[in-house]
């Protein structure tokens, strides 16, 4: 199994073209899910005890399981928040997978991890967070909520008053479902704000005085969001601040997905009051073009999150010795063993410059800009709200909820496109609309007016 024989050879070979055709192809078709039997009609046992072979194996991919999945970089996929990472980048996942480096600590890892980091001075340079401040790469934004709020919780239990307390945070009903899942995970209480627009300072204030005595006492964070994922919405990141500040409280900023827009001077402005966050999750696999997985997490003093995450074992101990000193990302999140997953991004970012990711992200949130005009200019549809960053909500006119999932599932049948719909809080009730989120610099307003024009 580990030697190497023809056969690898010509898997090798075979590998790599799929892989070149793969990167180099302009078009992908969307695939369509099957069920799990129909899939195991197509590909019968693939696990037994000889094995299947190798070429046998990869053509049932080819054939069958690849095209059951939908590719995220399809120009004609704005469902949830979908990515399109660079051929650089992808390339570099490749590299990334063949040069097995264990990235937790810098003994093993150090050229990735001196990659890793170059990326993330570019990233912490966009929050304007203050010297000192450093992030690590992660799964993705859920595990860099999760290392935030643990780190927010560690950092505010350090006074033995709160030691048996179970903390408290506030956040939005804008906010991400991860925020409330890993609240769920730290075994921390959230206080939703009845509000999907912008979470206002002031809003966060009157929330704040109308807690109880023990509720008070036992809220450590506020979680803002930098774009949230229904619509692109940036809280008021200075106001929150401000309240935060005043009433020691620690400052989560969740840009998982608008984290990219830093770079985009037409929408920077928004995110004012960013740079007085302690903690910022950012995803580059949304909008920094980056392969699955990688998200980020950037603390104000990263020392905070040693504290929290550091782990300690004897077989670790080497890693903290002389001669073995260098930045260890294990230290700042949830995991141990860590693939170099921010790699790909270094590898993009320093083939292309900083420049063109600007670019790129500008053309996201211009591509949001004409689908607003179009719809507007539709005697069928028009807008909920303005678009925001990248994200646009509309409605069909006469609509109803089953039409729109009608509507999704036949443009994903067809392979033409996926476009799903959400709910847009209107007064007490929840509205189903349709909601595009541009990511690929790709799209282009022919596939936005091509899929407008199939809301017949
Ligand atoms: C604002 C926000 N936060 C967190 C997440 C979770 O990120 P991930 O899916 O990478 O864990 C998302 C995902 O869409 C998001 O949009």
Avoid at 19 to 26: D, L
Avoid at 173 to 185: D, P, T
Wanted: charged share 25%.
């Amino acid at each position: 199994m580990h030697k190497i024989d023809i056969e690898l050879i010509e898997m090798t070979l075979d590998v790599m073209k799929y892989a070149i055709g793969r990167i180099s192809a302009t078009e992908h078709p969307i695939g369509k899910p099957k069920k799990a039997e129909e899939l195991k009609a197509l590909v019968g046992d693939t696990v037994t005890e000889k094995g299947i072979g190798g070429e046998y194996a990869f053509n049932l991919w080819k054939e069958h399981l690849s095209k059951a999945n939908v590719p995220v970089d399809h120009p004609r996929n704005l469902a949830f928040v979908p990515a399109s990472p660079t051929r650089a980048a992808v390339m570099f996942d490749l590299v990334t997978s063949a040069s097995s480096i264990h990235g937790a600590y810098w003994m093993e890892g150090a050229g990735g991890i001196f990659c890793e980091n170059e990326a993330m001075q570019w990233i912490v340079s966009l929050t304007g967070l203050p010297e000192g401040a450093f992030g690590v790469f992660t799964s993705g934004g859920t595990a860099a909520n999760l290392s935030a709020i643990v780190t927010a919780r560690e950092y505010w239990r350090r006074d033995d008053t709160y030691k048996r307390e179970k903390g408290l945070i506030i956040t939005s009903i804008g906010a991400h479902s991860s925020i409330k899942a890993m609240a769920k995970v730290a075994d921390v209480d959230i206080l939703l704000v009845e509000t999907e627009e912008k979470l206002t300072g002031k809003a966060l204030q009157e929330t704040i005085e109308n807690l109880t005595f023990h509720q008070r006492k036992r809220l450590f964070a506020v979680v803002a969001t930098g774009g949230t994922t229904n619509a692109g919405i940036i809280d008021d990141l200075d106001g929150i601040a401000e309240v935060c500040e005043a009433e020691r409280l620690w400052f989560h900023v969740d840009a998982a997905y608008g984290g990219g827009a830093l770079a985009a001077d037409s929408v920077r402005p928004l995110f004012k009051g960013i740079e007085k966050a302690d903690s910022i999750t950012i995803d580059p696999h949304k909008w920094m073009f980056s392969p699955y997985d990688c998200g980020a997490v950037i603390y104000k003093e990263p020392e905070l999150a040693k504290e929290a995450h550091s782990q300690q074992g004897s077989y670790l101990d080497i890693f903290k010795d002389e001669g073995a000193h260098g930045f260890n990302p294990t230290d700042y999140q949830i995991q141990l063993t860590r693939r170099v997953r921010g790699l790909p991004l270094w590898f993009s970012l320093a083939t292309h410059g900083t420049d063109r990711y600007k670019e790129s992200v500008e053309r996201g949130i211009e591509l949001a800009q004409i689908a607003g005009k179009m719809i507007e200019a539709h005697p069928d549809l028009e807008l909920v709200r303005e678009p925001s960053l990248s994200c646009v909500l509309y409605r069909r006119k006469g609509w109803q909820p089953e039409d729109y999932t009608h509507w999704t599932y036949e443009n994903h049948k067809k392979g033409f496109a996926l476009v799903t719909p959400t709910k847009w809080k209107n007064g007490n009730t929840f509205e189903t609309v349709s909601r595009f989120c541009f990511i690929n610099p790709d799209t282009t307003e022919k596939d936005i007016q091509m899929i407008l024009d199939s809301m017949v």
